[in-house]
Nanobody
């Protein structure tokens, strides 16, 4: 059973950067799984923003983060990352990582992911 733990959230100023980490605490190999990043702002539905396939060959991202966010994974550290640059106030949300099936596929659909982290708060404010 994959047990994901996110970290790296916090307060950032508009235009600033944060890097979120997603690590597995159960001893499994994260590179066997697609990793999706999702967020949920107050009063809004959860939205998928970025994903990377298990083999790293495929990625997908939402238009809202295009050119500002990038996803990567460090297999040696068994960790996936979401680098967020040029942050905007509308990026304020709880951010979640999730693990889905491996291979060369990933998606922004929450239903494709079975294991979720607890979430980390990101607040963008001056």
């Amino acid at each position: 059973q994959v047990h994901l733990v996110e970290s790296g959230g916090g307060l950032a100023q508009p235009g600033g950067s944060l890097r979120l980490s997603c690590a597995d605490a159960s001893g499994l190999t994260l590179s066997d799984y697609a990793i999706g990043w999702f967020r949920q702002a107050p009063g809004k539905k959860r939205e998928g923003i970025f994903c990377i396939s298990g083999n790293g060959a495929a990625t997908w991202y939402a238009d809202s983060v295009s050119g500002r966010f990038i996803v990567s994974r460090d297999n040696a550290k068994n960790t996936a990352y979401l680098q967020m640059n040029n942050l905007k106030s509308e990026d304020t949300a709880i951010y979640y990582c999730a693990a889905g099936r491996g291979g060369d596929y990933c998606s922004g659909y929450g239903s494709d992911y079975r294991n979720w982290g607890q979430g980390t708060q990101v607040t963008v404010s001056s």
